[in-house]
C-alpha cells in the first residue's frame, strides 16, 4: 500500500508538471510569436528542448521546495497531504488555463501544500513561506517592472539613430537568444519545484533522505514531462501575455525576455528562491510597455492578471484542504 500511494503521488507530481508546461509555455515565447521572431511550433520546440536542459542547471529551489515550506509529514497521511496538495495546484493550473489567465504554477503549488498541511495537521514552516514565496511574489513583479522598463530605456537611446527597420530586424533574431533565455530559467526554476515534491514523496517513504543527492531518474522524468507540457502550448495564456497586455515590436520583446531570463537565473543561483515566471514576463512586459506611454498598457487587463496573483495561493489552498477531507475519509 505504501508503494502504491507513493507511485500515484509521483505519478500525479508529474502530472502537475505537465500542466505547469503547458500552462506556462507562455511565459518563454508569447513576446516571440507575437512580434513573428518564432513561428508558434519553432518557438515551443525550442522551448521544450531549453526546459530540459535548464532543469539539469542546479537544486537549490528543489531543496527549499521539499525542505523549507513544510515540516516533513510521516506516514501514509504525509503521502495523503503531499496528494491533496498536488491536486489542488493542478485544479487551479487548468482552471486558470481554461479562462487564459496566466496565474502561477508555482503558487499554486506552494498554497496546495499549505492548506493539505494544514488540513492534516502538518506544521507549515511560516518564516520559510514568508521568506521564499511571500516576499519573491511581491518583490520579483516591482523588480520586472522596474528593470524591464530601465532596459527598453537603454535599449531605445543605444539605437536611437539606427535605421528603424534594420534595428528591427535585428531584435527579431536577437530574440530568439533571449527566448531561449526565458525557456531555460523557466526549467531551472519550475523543473526543480517538482523535484522537490517527488523528493518529500520519497522521503516521507522512507526511500531517501535530505541529504542524499537528488536521483539523475528524478530530474530526468521531471524535465522530460515539463518539456511534453511545454510542447502541448498554452494557446490561451499566450494570446494574453503576447496581444492583450500590449502590441509588442521586437526590441520590447526582446527587452521583457532578457528581463525575465536574468531575474530568473538570479533568484535561482543566489537566493534559492522559487520565484513565478509568470509574475517575472508578465510585469517585464508592461514594464518594457510603459516606455512607449504609460496608457499603451492595457491595464485593465493588467489589473486582472495580478488580482489572479492574489488569490492563487488561498484558491489552491482551499481545494488541496478539500482535497485532503476527501483523501482522509477515503484512503487513510
Known sequence: MDTFALIVTVAVALFFTYTNGFHDSA????????????????????????NLAGAFLGSGVAKTVSEGLIETPQGSKG???????????IVWNLVTWYFGLPSSSSHALFGG???????????????????????????????????????????????RRSNPHK???????????????????????????TMGVVVLALVISGNATFEDPIPVWVKLVCAMMLSLGTYAGGW???????????????PQGFAAET??????????????????????????IMGVGATKRVNAVRWGVAKNIVLGWFITMPAAALVAAAAFGIVDLVAL
Open 113 to 159: 501544500m499549505v492548506g493539505a498541511a494544514l488540513a492534516g495537521g502538518t506544521d507549515v514552516l511560516w518564516s520559510g513561506v514568508l521568506d521564499k514565496v511571500i516576499i519573491p511574489m511581491f518583490l520579483s513583479p516591482v523588480v520586472g517592472l522596474i528593470v524591464g522598463y530601465l532596459m527598453m530605456t537603454a535599449i531605445m537611446w543605444l539605437f
Open 167 to 193: 534595428a528591427k530586424r535585428g531584435f527579431r533574431i536577437a530574440q530568439t537568444v533571449s527566448a531561449a533565455g526565458m525557456a531555460l530559467g523557466h526549467g531551472l526554476q519550475d523543473a526543480q519545484k
Open 79 to 89: 503521502m495523503g497531504i503531499l496528494f491533496a496538495a498536488l491536486v489542488g495546484a
Open 27 to 50: 511565459n518563454a515565447i508569447a513576446t516571440s510569436v507575437s512580434t513573428r521572431a518564432l513561428t508558434p511550433r519553432a518557438a515551443l520546440a525550442m522551448a521544450a528542448v531549453m
Open 259 to 284: 528581463t525575465g531570463a536574468s531575474i530568473m537565473f538570479t533568484t535561482a543561483f543566489l537566493f534559492k528562491a522559487p520565484i513565478s515566471t509568470t509574475h517575472v514576463i508578465t510585469s517585464a
Open 236 to 250: 490561451r495564456i499566450m494570446r494574453t501575455l503576447g496581444r492583450k497586455i500590449i502590441e509588442l515590436d521586437p
